[in-house]
């Protein structure tokens, strides 16, 4: 795991923010659109751009991740843009043990739902969140969409490059394992880091549940959550089984 963390968090850094943002942040906004003092979690938070852009418009936010390196960049990010948000090491699935709701609004992107290590943990996570919630209150979730990934036979990314923290030029390649299980399978993240003596290749892997529209669905209704929407992506697009890629979805906190 620490080989995949390091490689995760050198990705995070090749990533094109200013554009992830400006489609993210502005549904993420609209969502809580009738609270304007509200307040945020968000879990997996990464490197916490999403955070940090979230105080940036006067919201009240919670980050957590399970990676001590993600925080720290978190909170250098915070410090950088001015803004106070409470960012905590932490594993989502325990979020109502060191939390106190109530929170306006929960989001967990960037497929994170999908990295916890069994369905039974996605829905002990949901259960919880439905829990921390406000009435009236929303939880925002990106997945991959596999099954479209299973119907197009989808199995490798495009090459990404980006630097280490000293400099050093990385090219990434992430592939999918063939299917084993019908519930997970592997996610393979090679790195090949430029250094002084030439190309260093680094290797490691991710279990990531195979998550849907009926698993996903089936699992937010379990935890509660009766007012359900999904879309392809941030243009509040149809989702479309077999065709999207991404699956977003956003619950609703109405008992």
Same mark, same amino acid.
């Given at each position: 795991m620490p080989v995949f963390e390091d490689l995760a968090f050198i990705y995070d850094q090749a990533i094109d923010w200013e554009q992830? *943002?400006?489609r993210e942040i502005p549904f993420l906004i609209k969502v809580i659109q009738d609270t304007p003092n509200a307040r945020i979690l968000d879990l997996a938070c990464g490197s916490g751009r999403h955070a940090v852009a979230l105080a940036s418009q006067g919201y009240g936010v919670t980050g957590l =991740? %399970? #990676?001590?390196?993600? $925080?720290?960049?978190?909170?250098?990010?915070?410090k950088?843009? +001015?803004?106070?948000v409470q960012f905590s090491i932490a594993d989502m699935r325990q979020v109502t043990e060191l939390l106190e709701g109530p929170f306006d609004l929960v989001a967990c992107l960037g497929n994170s739902l999908a990295l916890l290590h069994a369905l039974t943990d996605v829905q002990q996570t /949901?259960? !919880? $969140? &439905?829990? /921390? %919630?406000?009435? +009236? +209150?929303? &939880?925002? #979730?990106?997945t991959l !969409?596999?099954?479209e990934i299973r119907h197009t036979g989808f199995r490798f990314f495009p *090459?990404?490059?980006?630097?280490?923290? =000293? +400099?050093?030029e990385v090219v990434f390649a992430r592939f999918f394992e063939p299917e084993k299980t =019908?519930? #997970?399978?592997? *996610?393979? &993240? &090679?790195? $090949? $880091?430029?250094?002084e003596a030439g190309w260093?290749?680094? /290797? #490691?892997?991710q279990q990531v549940l195979q998550l849907n529209k009926p698993i996903l669905k089936s699992a937010l209704q379990d935890a509660g959550f009766k007012h359900l929407v999904f879309y392809q992506d941030y243009n509040e697009q149809p989702f479309n089984p077999q065709q999207s890629r991404n699956l977003i979805s956003v619950g609703t906190k109405k008992i």
């Open positions: 992830r *943002l400006a =991740d %399970l #990676s001590p390196q993600m $925080i720290e960049a978190a909170k250098h990010h915070a950088e843009k +001015g803004v106070v /949901l259960t !919880n $969140i &439905f829990q /921390l %919630l406000t009435e +009236g +209150g929303s &939880f925002v #979730s990106q !969409n596999f099954e *090459l990404k490059s980006g630097q280490t923290k =000293d +400099g050093k =019908d519930e #997970s399978r592997h *996610l393979v &993240f &090679f790195g $090949i $880091i430029r250094t260093q290749p680094t /290797l #490691s892997s």
